[in-house]
């Protein structure tokens, strides 16, 4: 089991939360795990659940947390009553504070033994436990009394880890961060000399002067004193020049051994901490991998390439801000994300507009493929391994042949470094596994329609359906101007509904109508409203909805196809298996196979009913319009 207060107070069993209702049930596990095994009295879990006027019941409900705790968190942890108190013994699970309080100190005792890549490596891990402000979730009363000391803590720890930063050399790599952390911490006097001696070292004196000028007002303003000995000492010795280069500055090697990433989570790591970043070495890679000629070695280690192959995202995204905010927290934490959705939802939008909406969170680079083919097929996972080597500053030349060998250096050139990967449009798991960076700080973000995408390790889901009415309205509007919509919202309604309030759809007959001035908002949907004529409606240019849908019937097999095209065809809004059974001449529970493959394609919705069929399904009216024209029976 993992317990964690270092960020959002959590639990995992297996790699599954435990559920934890509401923030006083995360308080009531959040203080035993920091009584560390002792005995918290019945009278500071009130105060700290309640406060100092707790309801007349809270004898009870205090009993009733503790009592769910105990069933949820199961024989892992012992939760016992001892006098007047409860004491949690959690035995072999891992508990996130612990950890951190010994890698950080492991790394303080090697930070003064001069061990200065240990330090920083174990400084690493330990900020990596971190997942924003520490007991979040938790009452207010609990963050008042423990949360202060645990933010010194990580504060120091961010100062240990730039200190051995400097020694080796990291100077240049470290001045954004460190800006940032003076922004937030301006009378913190160890960062603000950090920061000035990298800013010195890095041929930029004035500036480091000019930081200590705004420390020495800061410190005024707010405290009324003067900067202290060490800070003065540090500015007369850049004014003289006197300043020592750094101590143990690394030396080349073939290893990828630095992590610039940390440098910028020193000082962001609030912003998007990340998983501890391992030691790498190369022992399973070939040897033509081992001799990089030096202009290659340099470009993959002393001086990598920012890759930025992403595409912008739209400058007129409406709409999902829940699921925006589900990604930002997946990217943010130790996971990446999935998004999933029938065609036309939008689903490579919104992965653009999260991967914009986090652009400072992964400074080393973000890497995108588009994982289908011109023609519509899967591509080679070999393929986009080569593009991303080469993105990554690795010559064609020294780029391995053999899938595995590609794999191992793709994984090894990101296990320290921090980059977002998106991979859009993805056919099915074992395309992706291939391009996922593995273990490091790196993210990585998926679009795809099957929702087996689920099976993929330790990404969080997003399913995208279609848009509310509201933002269907904003959507054609931010596209083909409020004017030619508020003069008719009825017809702008009608538009959205012939749409089945698809991004993509909504999308293109906006841009329709912007591309015919002469049109009406009516007459538009007057157009759509012919269903023998909505889906040729839906395409301008290189967007066309029958593109994408028949991207996704192709991948159905033949049999499958045509028995979609055969329910499509009877125009019902609700199937069930014995339905599908009847029209197909099957069994029921083939029939129901089969409606299950097309929902997993997207093709058909479901959901559950309590009658006697449970299942009821139905072709969203523009999937049926697309599946009905070589299966509709003929005029009489």
């Not at 006027?53 to 069933?71: C, D, E, F, G, I």
């Not at 423990?146 to 730039?162: G, I, K, M, T, Y």
């Given at each position: 089991?993992?317990?964690?207060?270092?960020?959002?107070?959590?639990?995992?069993?297996?790699?599954?939360?435990?559920?934890l209702?509401g923030?006083?049930?995360?308080?009531?596990?959040?203080?035993?795990?920091?009584?560390?095994?002792?005995?918290?009295?019945?009278?500071?879990?009130?105060?700290?659940?309640?406060?100092?006027?707790?309801?007349?019941?809270?004898?009870?409900?205090?009993?009733?947390?503790?009592?769910?705790?105990?069933?949820?968190?199961?024989?892992?942890?012992?939760?016992?009553?001892?006098?007047?108190?409860?004491?949690?013994?959690?035995?072999?699970?891992?508990?996130?504070?612990?950890?951190?309080?010994?890698?950080?100190?492991?790394?303080?005792?090697?930070?003064?033994?001069?061990?200065?890549?240990?330090?920083?490596?174990?400084?690493?891990?330990a900020?990596?436990?971190?997942?924003?402000?520490?007991?979040?979730?938790?009452?207010?009363?609990?963050?008042?009394?423990?949360?202060?000391?645990?933010?010194?803590?990580?504060?120091?720890?961010?100062?240990?880890?730039?200190?051995?930063?400097?020694?080796?050399?990291?100077?240049?790599?470290?001045?954004p961060?460190?800006?940032?952390?003076?922004?937030?911490?301006?009378?913190?006097?160890?960062?603000?000399?950090?920061?000035?001696?990298?800013?010195?070292?890095?041929?930029?004196q004035?500036?480091?002067?000019?930081?200590?000028?705004?420390?020495?007002?800061?410190?005024?303003?707010?405290?009324?004193?003067?900067?202290?000995?060490?800070?003065?000492?540090?500015?007369?010795?850049?004014?003289?020049?006197?300043?020592a280069?750094?101590?143990?500055?690394e030396?080349?090697?073939?290893?990828?051994?630095?992590?610039?990433?940390?440098?910028?989570?020193a000082?962001q790591?609030?912003?998007?901490?990340?998983?501890?970043?391992?030691?790498?070495?190369?022992?399973?890679?070939?040897?033509?991998?081992?001799?990089?000629?030096?202009?290659?070695?340099?470009?993959?280690?002393?001086?990598?390439?920012?890759?930025?192959?992403?595409?912008?995202?739209p400058?007129?995204?409406?709409?999902?801000?829940?699921?925006?905010?589900?990604?930002?927290?997946?990217?943010?934490?130790?996971?990446?994300?999935?998004?999933?959705?029938?065609?036309g939802?939008?689903?490579?939008?919104?992965?653009?507009?999260?991967?914009?909406?986090?652009?400072?969170?992964?400074?080393?680079?973000?890497?995108?493929?588009?994982?289908?083919?011109?023609?519509?097929?899967?591509?080679?996972?070999?393929?986009?391994?080569?593009?991303?080597?080469?993105?990554?500053?690795?010559?064609?030349?020294?780029?391995?042949?053999?899938?595995?060998?590609?794999?191992?250096?793709?994984?090894?050139?990101?296990?320290?470094?921090?980059?977002l990967?998106?991979?859009?449009?993805?056919?099915?798991?074992?395309?992706?596994?291939?391009?996922?960076?593995?273990?490091?700080?790196?993210?990585?973000?998926?679009?795809?329609?099957?929702?087996?995408?689920?099976?993929?390790?330790?990404l969080?889901?997003?399913?995208?359906g279609?848009?509310?009415?509201?933002?269907?309205?904003?959507?054609?509007?931010?596209?083909?101007g409020?004017?030619?919509?508020?003069?008719?919202?009825?017809?702008?309604?009608?538009?959205?509904?012939?749409?089945?309030?698809?991004?993509?759809?909504?999308?293109?007959?906006?841009?329709?109508?912007?591309?015919?001035?002469?049109?009406?908002?009516?007459?538009?949907?007057?157009?759509?409203?012919?269903?023998g004529?909505?889906?040729?409606?839906?395409?301008?240019?290189?967007?066309?909805?029958?593109?994408?849908?028949?991207?996704?019937?192709?991948?159905?097999?033949?049999?499958?196809?045509?028995?979609?095209?055969?329910?499509?065809?009877?125009?019902?809004t609700?199937?069930?298996?014995?339905?599908?059974a009847?029209?197909?001449?099957?069994?029921?529970?083939?029939?129901?196979?089969?409606?299950?493959?097309?929902v997993?394609?997207?093709l058909?919705?479901?959901?559950?009913?309590?009658?006697?069929?449970?299942?009821?399904?139905?072709?969203?009216?523009?999937?049926?319009?697309?599946?009905?024209?070589?299966?509709?029976?003929?005029?009489?």
């Amino acid at each position: 089991m993992d317990l964690r207060i270092l960020g959002a107070v959590a639990a995992e069993l297996d790699g599954r939360p435990v559920p934890l209702d509401g923030s006083k049930q995360r308080t009531a596990l959040a203080a035993l795990l920091l009584a560390e095994g002792t005995v918290v009295s019945d009278e500071r879990l009130t105060v700290l659940l309640w406060g100092w006027q707790p309801p007349a019941t809270s004898t009870r409900q205090l009993y009733t947390y503790v009592s769910r705790l105990r069933t949820r968190l199961g024989p892992c942890l012992r939760l016992e009553r001892h006098g007047t108190g409860y004491r949690m013994d959690i035995g072999d699970a891992s508990f996130d504070r612990t950890a951190f309080r010994t890698l950080a100190a492991t790394g303080r005792a090697d930070l003064l033994a001069r061990r200065y890549q240990d330090a920083e490596r174990r400084l690493d891990q330990a900020l990596g436990l971190w997942h924003g402000p520490a007991l979040t979730g938790v009452t207010e009363q609990l963050r008042e009394s423990e949360a202060s000391q645990l933010e010194e803590a990580r504060l120091a720890a961010l100062e240990d880890h730039a200190e051995a930063a400097l020694a080796l050399g990291r100077h240049t790599e470290l001045i954004p961060a460190l800006t940032h952390r003076v922004a937030l911490q301006p009378i913190r006097e160890r960062l603000r000399g950090q920061l000035m001696t990298a800013l010195f070292r890095s041929g930029r004196q004035a500036d480091a002067l000019a930081v200590y000028d705004r420390g020495s007002e800061a410190l005024a303003a707010e405290l009324g004193i003067d900067p202290g000995p060490a800070l003065r000492t540090l500015r007369q010795e850049i004014l003289t020049g006197a300043l020592a280069p750094p101590e143990a500055p690394e030396r080349d090697t073939a290893t990828v051994s630095h992590t610039p990433a940390a440098a910028a989570r020193a000082a962001q790591p609030e912003a998007f901490p990340a998983s501890p970043v391992p030691v790498v070495s190369l022992p399973t890679l070939t040897p033509a991998m081992l001799t990089l000629p030096t202009e290659a070695t340099d470009l993959t280690d002393r001086h990598p390439p920012v890759p930025a192959t992403l595409p912008a995202a739209p400058a007129d995204f409406v709409g999902r801000a829940a699921e925006t905010r589900e990604l930002l927290t997946a990217l943010h934490g130790r996971r990446g994300a999935v998004i999933t959705g029938a065609t036309g939802t939008g689903k490579s939008a919104l992965a653009l507009r999260a991967a914009e909406q986090c652009r400072e969170d992964f400074p080393q680079g973000r890497l995108y493929a588009d994982l289908r083919t011109a023609d519509g097929g899967p591509r080679a996972p070999g393929e986009v391994l080569g593009w991303f080597l080469s993105a990554l500053g690795v010559p064609p030349e020294r780029t391995p042949e053999a899938l595995d060998e590609r794999i191992q250096l793709y994984r090894t050139l990101l296990s320290t470094r921090r980059l977002l990967v998106v991979l859009d449009h993805a056919f099915d798991d074992a395309q992706v596994r291939p391009l996922l960076p593995g273990e490091g700080p790196s993210r990585t973000l998926i679009t795809g329609v099957r929702s087996h995408l689920a099976s993929l390790e330790g990404l969080h889901m997003v399913r995208l359906g279609p848009l509310e009415p509201a933002e269907a309205g904003q959507l054609l509007a931010a596209v083909a101007g409020l004017e030619r919509l508020t003069a008719s919202p009825e017809a702008a309604a009608r538009i959205a509904e012939s749409c089945d309030r698809l991004p993509l759809a909504l999308r293109i007959a906006a841009a329709r109508l912007a591309a015919h001035p002469h049109w009406t908002a009516g007459m538009l949907a007057d157009r759509l409203a012919r269903p023998g004529r909505r889906l040729a409606e839906l395409r301008l240019g290189s967007l066309d909805l029958r593109s994408g849908l028949r991207n996704v019937a192709d991948q159905l097999d033949p049999s499958d196809r045509t028995a979609a095209g055969i329910l499509a065809a009877t125009g019902l809004t609700r199937l069930t298996a014995g339905d599908a059974a009847a029209l197909l001449g099957t069994a029921a529970d083939e029939a129901e196979e089969l409606l299950e493959r097309l929902v997993d394609t997207q093709l058909l919705d479901a959901w559950s009913t309590d009658g006697a069929n449970g299942l009821c399904y139905r072709f969203p009216p523009l999937v049926q319009l697309f599946l009905q024209p070589q299966h509709a029976p003929a005029p009489c």
